[in-house]
Nanobody, 118 residues
Framework: QVQLVESGGGLVQPGGSLRLSCAASISPFSIYRMGWYRQAPGKQRELVATITSSESTNYADSVKGRFTISRDNAKNTVYLQMNNLKPEDTAVYYC????????????WGQGTQVTVSS
């Protein structure tokens, strides 16, 4: 049974930092493209960042320079370091795993809430 389990969300003040983690029970983890997406109330789910098997990264313009995605293949885990958080970053953050090249195997976590508020 494939599972993606996110952790690390919470309440943080503007300008603060959080690190999200996603532990994945997929094999082989190293070949999957891993990603973070988010969904704010009343909005569609949107891409935040992705990282490929070769550790090539891609970011939404709104988070460039503030967020960093990374992966640890030995731990089957992907991370999202979020710095200088803004109220507009408030959303449920979801972990995604997609197996190239077809992405037929595509999995989602249950989500973790991030709230940025003073």
């Amino acid at each position: 049974q494939v599972q993606l389990v996110e952790s690390g969300g919470g309440l943080v003040q503007p300008g603060g930092s959080l690190r999200l983690s996603c532990a994945a029970s997929i094999s082989p983890f190293s070949i999957y493209r891993m990603g973070w997406y988010r969904q704010a109330p009343g909005k569609q789910r949107e891409l935040v960042a992705t990282i490929t098997s070769s550790e090539s990264t891609n970011y939404a313009d709104s988070v460039k320079g503030r967020f960093t995605i990374s992966r640890d293949n030995a731990k089957n885990t992907v991370y999202l370091q979020m710095n200088n958080l803004k109220p507009e970053d408030t959303a449920v953050y979801y972990c995604n795993a997609a197996r190239p090249p077809s992405n037929f195997y595509n999995y989602w976590g249950q989500g973790t809430q991030v709230t940025v508020s003073s």
